[in-house]
Structures are given as structure tokens and as C-alpha cells.
């Protein structure tokens, strides 16, 4: 290879590389995704030591919908859904709230990919709902009950 360049390390007219390519698979969607890791030797020789093997990447992003919630009244009758979801994980979802005298949410948990959660407002105030999956995501849902409206008349 007459020619050739340094490649930016001292005393080295070429460096060697080594490339080692990971691929892994997702278990729902069949995507794969491929990781390459590049290890340069200065002195031109390829290293021998081996690379660490990668880890998957964590599920998808947990999500909730909507984002916040206003319910005017309170009773079941008034009672709205929070959708959860994370795509490609099929764990368990936790649910905490600060939600204590002002609405009720059910259930406490639920099963990955998608679970539905109904929050029935109990009194006037505001709270939130915090959804967590076992990876360490978090999503927070705010919750506000209103009780006052006022009524419009005729003559």
C-alpha cells in the first residue's frame, strides 16, 4: 500500500482496525438492530483482546394518553381513562398517585405492551397519576377536579 496516509496516531503510518458487528433481534417486531464497535490498534497490529458484548436496548418509550386529565364532577359517572403504553415490552406497569381524597386509580398495575387505567374523580383538587414500568421509565399523567360550574337561566 505505497502511499498510504498516517491515520492520526503517532509512529503509525497505517492503524489497523478491527470492526465486530453485535446484532439482536427484537422479540416482537423481528427488527434487527446492528451494533459495530471499531477497535484501533497504534502500532498496526490488530489487538487481540475482545470487545464487551453489548446489551439490548431498553423497550420502547412509555407513554400516556392524554397527558392531563380535567374532569368536571365527581361520582363514577365522571370516571375518565388513561391509556398507557410501551411499545415492544410486555412487563408489568406500576401505578402511584398523590391522589388520595381527590380521585381513585384503577388498576394498580397492568401488563406490557398496553393497559388501560380509569381515574373516578372523588372531590375538587388537583393530583398525579405516575406510571412506571420495570426498566425504571416514568410517565406522569396531571389530574385536576373541578366540582363548581355555574347555571345560565332564561327569561
Not at 483482546?49 to 365527581?74: D, Q
Not at 410501551?86 to 405492551?113: H, K, L, M, R
Request: aromatic residues 8%.
Amino acid at each position: 500500500m505505497s502511499g498510504a496516509r498516517s491515520s492520526g496516531f503517532p509512529g503509525a503510518a497505517l492503524a489497523s482496525l478491527i470492526v465486530t458487528a453485535s446484532a439482536f433481534v427484537a422479540c416482537s417486531g423481528g427488527n434487527t438492530t446492528t451494533y459495530v464497535y471499531v477497535t484501533a490498534s497504534p502500532s498496526g497490529a490488530p489487538t487481540s483482546s475482545p470487545t464487551s458484548t453489548p446489551t439490548a436496548p431498553p423497550a420502547g418509550v412509555l407513554s400516556a394518553n392524554p397527558t392531563s386529565l380535567s374532569i368536571n364532577g365527581t361520582g363514577a359517572s365522571y370516571a375518565q381513562n388513561i391509556y398507557v403504553q410501551e411499545t415492544g415490552y410486555t412487563g408489568a406497569f406500576s401505578e402511584s398517585d398523590t391522589c388520595a381524597t381527590i380521585a381513585t386509580v384503577t388498576p394498580s398495575n397492568g401488563a406490557g405492551p398496553a393497559t388501560t387505567f380509569t381515574v373516578t374523580p372523588s372531590a375538587a383538587g388537583t393530583c398525579a397519576a405516575k406510571f412506571a414500568d420495570t426498566n425504571g421509565n416514568q410517565t406522569s399523567v396531571a389530574v385536576t377536579v373541578t366540582t363548581t360550574g355555574f347555571t345560565v337561566q332564561t327569561r
